[in-house]
């Protein structure tokens, strides 16, 4: 309480000499302090500006107001939010720029996936041979085993690298399924938001 006096005391004695002050040009900082009272002093201790603070008038006319600094977590916060932001913007404009209508999307859809349906059933179909491919080999391999030989290295070695393609090629399917999946999802998401920034177009 008697700090609280001091302190309105000395905002008085300010307005007193506020012509004198005004003529000199001189401004005064008003922030709060740890205990949570409100100072005006012609210096803002260095702990106290990262808190905010205001730029007065002896009239205590506000001349600027500097906001508190934001902490490191809350600046991250802000970064990811800005940058949300800006990722929406361009996937809308890119969604105004491409379609009419969701009927559009449908049909780009359509032929994406189509693309890779066949780029599977290729894939597929190399499978298919491979597979004849190897059991062929290993039928000639059994042939030598019953006529007592040993199974020439060609053949070995042929086994070997067609069952290799055939690993790859079947992850090659795998690879192409997961692309199908994604790409579905991809285009129902923006169906999803070419109708929220285009409501009437369906």
């Given amino acids: 309480m008697q700090r609280s006096a001091v302190l309105l005391l000395s905002f008085c004695l300010m307005s007193v000499i506020a012509p004198t002050v005004s003529a000199n040009g001189k401004v005064f ?3 709060i302090n740890s205990d949570g009272v409100k100072v005006i002093d012609q210096q803002i201790p260095p702990e106290y500006v990262q ?3 205001e730029v007065v008038t002896s009239r ?3 001349i600027k107001v500097v906001e508190p600094a934001i902490s490191g977590e809350e600046a991250q916060k802000q970064q990811a939010e800005k940058l ?3 990722q929406l913007a361009a996937w809308d404009a ?4 491409r379609y009419s209508s969701v009927g559009d999307i449908d049909a780009a ?3 994406k996936l189509a693309q890779v349906e066949g780029s ?3 894939l597929q179909s190399n499978i298919r041979n491979l597979k004849n491919q190897i059991s062929q080999q290993h039928a000639r391999a059994a042939n030598s085993e019953r006529m007592g030989r040993a199974v020439p290295e060609a053949v070995l070695k042929t086994i070997a690298a067609l069952e290799e393609e055939l690993k790859l090629t079947e992850d090659q399917v795998e690879q192409r399924k997961e692309q199908y999946r994604t790409i579905d999802e991809k285009y129902e998401d923006d169906k999803e938001r070419f109708l929220i920034i285009r409501p009437g177009n369906r």
Avoid at 94 to 97: G, K, P, V, W, Y
Wanted: no cysteine; charged share 50%; proline share 0%.
């Fill in 109 to 111: 859809k359509k032929r």
């Fill in 94 to 97: 890119e969604l105004r720029r």
């Fill in 84 to 86: 949300r932001a800006e």
């Fill in 60 to 62: 205590g006319e506000v």
């Fill in 51 to 53: 808190k905010g603070y």
């Fill in 120 to 122: 599977i059933a290729i």
């Fill in 29 to 31: 900082y008003r922030y």
